[in-house]
Each structure stands twice: as structure tokens, then as C-alpha cells.
């Protein structure tokens, strides 16, 4: 099982985090939505345009649910898997960690970026609003994105995995 299951909305910083705690940990870093694009063999972008949210999101629980098994490593989920129930289900006793970044500070980090398929959403925000409810419960521990730099969010979580000895 992985030690680390990192979720937060987009620009929140996972991907970032993620690198930076697993080489403290001597672990794997695992990005959900890189190992997506695997499967798929094009970009998430490419899948929404091509096949729509509904398969793309199939996928990526297929891809989690696997994900979830890895030995040694930290995962940094897509901002969207959250929605789906059985990706919910198998984060049960897993160490979750939310990178909490509010929704303007998100839009200044991802803004122009093509490989957001949702970016250009009406209802971006809308999205953002439901999925806090399910980043806020499903966390053992919470990082506020917004004020804490990747660096100081790495190593405190590192710091609170040492003395929860969940190592």
C-alpha cells in the first residue's frame, strides 16, 4: 500500500509535493493522472475531447484502484477523483493528505494550460465547491497550499509520518 495519498483541487501542488516527499522517503512518486495518460496513450485533454468525462473517469478509477496497491510510494491523485465512490472506498485506510489551495490561488497556477480540460469550464467552479466536502473528509491531515510553500508542506508531512510512525 502506498504510504501517502495526496488530493487536492488542480494547483494545489501534489505533483510537486509528491516528488519532494517521496525522495525524502526513498519512495516511489506515482502522479494518477501521468500513469492516466499511460493507459490511454494520449493526454487527458485528448481523452475528454475524444471519449468525454464519463470514460475518462472509468479509467481513472481502473488506474487508482491499481495505483492504490503500490508498495512504497506516495500517489498524488487527479483533482476529480474523488467523485467516483469507489475511489472513495478504497481510500480507506489509506494515509490521505489534502493540499487545500483556494479556488483563486488554483486559477493563477493552472490558468492557460492546455493540458486542463476542464480549465475552460463554465462550471469550474461549481466543481471545485463539491469536491472540497469530499478532499476535507476523506484527509488525515490538511495543508494550506495557499501559504505554505511545496518545500514546508514535504517536510512537515514528513515530519507528521515520522511521528505517527506510520513509516
Known sequence: MPIVVLVGFMGS???????KLARSLGATFIDSDVKVEERLGMTIAAAFRQFGEMYFR???AETIEHLLT?????????GGSL????????????????LDVSYGVS??????DPNRPLVQSEELESRYLRRLGSYSKWAKV?????RLTTEQI????LGQLREGSDL
Request: aromatic share 6%; no cysteine.
Open 13 to 19: 501542488g501534489k505533483s510537486s509535493v509528491g516528488r
Open 58 to 60: 472509468k479509467i481513472e
Open 70 to 78: 503500490t508498495e512504497n510510494a506516495v500517489v498524488a491523485l487527479g
Open 83 to 98: 467523485e467516483d465512490e469507489g475511489t472513495l472506498e478504497l481510500l480507506r485506510g489509506q494515509f490521505v493528505a489534502y
Open 107 to 112: 486559477m493563477a497556477r493552472i490558468k492557460g
Open 142 to 146: 490538511t495543508f494550506d497550499a495557499d
Open 154 to 157: 514535504a517536510t512537515a508531512l
